[in-house]
């Protein structure tokens, strides 16, 4: 049986806003446990300064946002 399971995350480079997410993560170092800790703090409630994200976003919603962040020079 395996240990570890692997998953992938893809980052669209034609899009500035997930380019820009994609450069933060890298900076950190070990994006694995990045991304673990990052999950580890929503699971467990530990930020309050901030409400949930919905692990699915409306598509209008998700066009809106994201034609928000396009506008927004990185």
Do not use: H
């Amino acid at each position: 049986m395996k240990k570890r399971k692997v998953l992938q995350a893809s980052f669209n480079l034609a899009d500035k806003f997930e380019v820009g997410l994609l450069e933060y993560a890298m900076a950190q170092g070990d994006v694995s446990k990045y991304i673990k800790r990052l999950i580890y703090v929503e699971k467990e409630g530990l930020r309050k300064d901030v409400a949930p994200v919905p692990a699915v976003i409306p598509t209008e919603a998700n066009d809106k946002i994201k034609a928000a962040m396009n506008s927004v020079s990185l």
